[in-house]
Every structure is written in structure tokens, then in C-alpha cells.
């Protein structure tokens, strides 16, 4: 398993590699086809922020693989204005491009963390993690040696 999966954001192409880069290193880990999906959501919803309001930026993923639980980071970060009032941005229906303001609260929802690191003129970094019990990845490996 790779230590960190980096993606650079710089257009639409490169949200479909992002959301694919999240559902393969969620497969690893053995996550859920549900719970792959929830995290390449959210990983969807952050990138599309990074187009629509910045243009460029950078995906990392991250595995954690714990003695009780297993995880995946996901960071986002772009160079851009920053968000003026995050409380505010992580509210449903808040928007500054004309959306429908669900991007930020809608990943929120979809991770079990989730920050938001903002300053004016120096960009944005988001970080969100999933979690899962270990016992359920070997629980995963058990059933897939058992179908061959």
C-alpha cells in the first residue's frame, strides 16, 4: 500500500482521477463499496470547489492502518483568496459562485472528520478522514479467501 496517493487539480479530468485514486485506496483498505462511494463524494465535492473557485491545487490521500482501526485522510489544498467567513461557507446553501452551497457541508456530512483551514490571500486546506474497525477489514479478507 502506497504511504500517500498525490493528485494535482487543475481542471475537470482531474477530478474523475481523484474520485478513481479515492475508491482504489478506500478498496485497499478494505472499506465498504458504500462507504468508497460516500468518500469519493466527498473527495468530489471538494475538488469541484478547488476548480470552480481557485483553478488549480493539489489531492493527497492518505491510508492509516492502525492496531484498531483503519483510515484514509483525504487533504485539499489550493493557493487561492481564501474563504472569508468559514462558519459560514460550512453552512447548506451558503455560496459565493452561485451554486447551491452544498459542497462544504455535503463532505462534511459524508467523512467522520472534517476541517477547514482558511486564511485571506494565502488559499485553503481541507482535511477529512473516514474511519473503520480493523476487526472489519479482517472480517473482508476472511469472506474474499473463502469465494477464491
Known amino acids: 500500500m502506497a504511504d500517500e496517493v498525490r493528485v ?11 474520485r478513481a485514486q479515492g475508491r482504489a485506496l478506500a478498496d485497499e483498505l478494505g472499506f465498504s463499496r458504500t462507504e468508497a462511494t460516500l468518500i469519493a463524494t466527498a473527495i468530489s465535492e471538494i475538488v469541484r470547489n ?7 491545487g493539489e489531492l493527497v490521500l492518505q491510508p492509516h492502518v492502525g492496531e ?40 462534511k456530512r459524508l467523512m467522520d472528520e472534517f476541517s477547514v483551514v482558511s486564511a485571506r490571500g494565502e488559499g485553503t486546506t ?23
Open 8 to 18: 494535482e487539480i487543475a481542471g475537470e479530468g482531474d477530478l474523475v482521477r481523484a
Open 50 to 56: 478547488i476548480i470552480v473557485h481557485v483553478g488549480t
Open 68 to 107: 484498531r482501526r483503519l483510515g484514509m485522510t483525504v487533504i485539499a489544498r489550493d493557493a487561492g483568496r481564501g474563504i472569508g467567513d468559514v462558519e459560514a461557507a460550512l453552512r447548506d446553501g451558503v455560496t459565493s459562485h452561485g451554486g447551491l452551497g452544498l459542497g462544504l457541508p455535503g463532505a
Open 126 to 148: 481541507v482535511t477529512m478522514t473516514k474511519w473503520r474497525s480493523r476487526d472489519e477489514l479482517e472480517r473482508l479478507r476472511e469472506r474474499r479467501r473463502r469465494r477464491g
